[in-house]
């Protein structure tokens, strides 16, 4: 039967006692560990991507509000004047006071081409309807006289 080895000396060691490493050059012995530099919470690199997609985000919002036309940005009780002619009209939204204004938005159908709509409002003397750049939109329009 064998008895355990001491507490705290290696259980395999066959007798020989262990030599200490021998101490390095300019070496303190327990000299104090630095601490390690604080990490970035944001590389340069993660910051500069997401920049980017925030100014590729915000580019996309104003082109799309600026490629609204009036017809898609005008609103029921509203007053527009036709810039082009019967057969292409142009209708641009004007103050109800002015002299340009020509007609009256009476009710608006959005996502729509269908300008039968307008049969059954009834005030709506005309219909407009716009299509393109995935919003349609349908005005029906009275005459200001």
């Known amino acids: 039967m064998s008895t355990p080895p001491p507490q705290g000396q290696n259980p395999f060691a066959q007798g020989q006692p262990q030599a200490p490493y021998p101490p390095q050059q300019g070496a303190v012995p327990f000299a104090p560990v630095p601490p390690a530099p604080p990490a970035r919470r944001f590389s340069k690199k993660l910051l500069r991507i997401v920049g980017i997609i925030v100014l590729a985000i915000i580019i996309g919002v104003v082109k799309w509000q600026m490629g609204k036309t009036d017809a898609e ?56 309807y716009q299509q393109g750049d995935n919003h349609d939109v349908v005005l029906c329009l009275k005459e200001i006289k």
Do not use: R, W
Not at 76 to 89: A, D, E, H, L, R
Not at 95 to 108: F, H, I, L, M, Q
């Open 73 to 128: 940005t005008t609103s029921v009780g509203s007053c527009m004047y036709n810039k082009g002619t019967q057969i292409s009209p142009d209708l641009k939204t004007v103050d109800c006071s002015s002299s340009d204004a020509k007609y009256k938005v009476v009710e608006k159908f959005d996502n729509t081409s269908d300008s039968k709509k307008c049969e059954a409002v009834q005030e709506a003397e005309i219909s407009y």
